[in-house]
């Protein structure tokens, strides 16, 4: 129970303070213990940062397998629409989470970035399993053009990244009416002619 406390204090203090920004020391008082207690649950704030990362990389890919065995039975563009819906969703429902990712991808602590990076790639290869399976499936059943399945990935990352950006920028309010213009363009150079 503590150590979820250490978490959920230090994910509140990273997001708003970021890596350099936040010690040990502001952790132990949010949650209510001494600094030492700490070292019962975490080896160190480094650990602390990398558990928080990977909470929050994993619960998405999580959420989207969720999904997929929900809807397994519907088409490659409703899949990969409802993925886009629930990603957004994902970003404005977990602000602090999201926020947290976003000075972990853009201003990386220089000792952790490695670490980062691997830990970001291998969420990325569950998500591509997933998204590979179903563009295969959509070009198989000639609702998705021919063509590279991993060039195909790389272009939905950019549409979800680009929104994850865009959310930044414009607010909830502004990117909801975008999403659909978004998707119906995006989709228009996935679909077969």
């Known amino acids: 129970m503590t150590r979820d406390k250490i978490i959920a204090a230090a994910l509140t203090l990273f997001s708003k303070n970021g890596y350099e920004g936040t010690s040990l020391t502001e952790i132990a008082k949010a949650v209510g213990i001494k600094k030492p207690s700490i070292y019962n649950h975490f080896k160190s704030k480094d650990e602390i940062f990398l558990t928080i990362y990977e909470n ?7 959420q989207v397998e969720k999904l997929i ?9 409703v899949q990969l629409s409802q993925i886009l819906d629930l990603t957004f969703q994902y970003y404005i429902d977990f602000e ?9 991808v853009f201003f990386s602590p220089e ?8 830990q970001f ?3 990325e ?5 997933i998204l590979r399976t179903i563009i ?17 990935i790389v272009s939905y990352y950019c549409l979800l990244d680009g929104i994850f950006i865009e959310l930044s920028y414009y607010g909830v309010e502004k990117m909801k009416p975008r999403i ?3 998707w119906t363009n995006f989709w228009f150079g996935f679909k077969k002619d």
């Open 96 to 104: 602090e989470q999201s926020t947290f990712l976003k000075r972990s």
């Open 121 to 123: 790639m291998a969420a």
């Open 125 to 129: 290869d569950a998500m591509s399993a």
């Open 56 to 62: 929050i990389l994993w619960l998405h890919v999580q």
């Open 180 to 182: 659909v213009n978004i």
């Open 136 to 152: 295969n499936k959509g070009m198989e059943n000639g609702e998705i053009r021919k063509g590279n399945i991993d060039d195909f």
């Open 69 to 77: 065995e929900d809807i397994k039975g519907l088409n490659a563009k």
């Open 111 to 118: 000792n952790l970035k490695e670490q980062l990076h691997e």
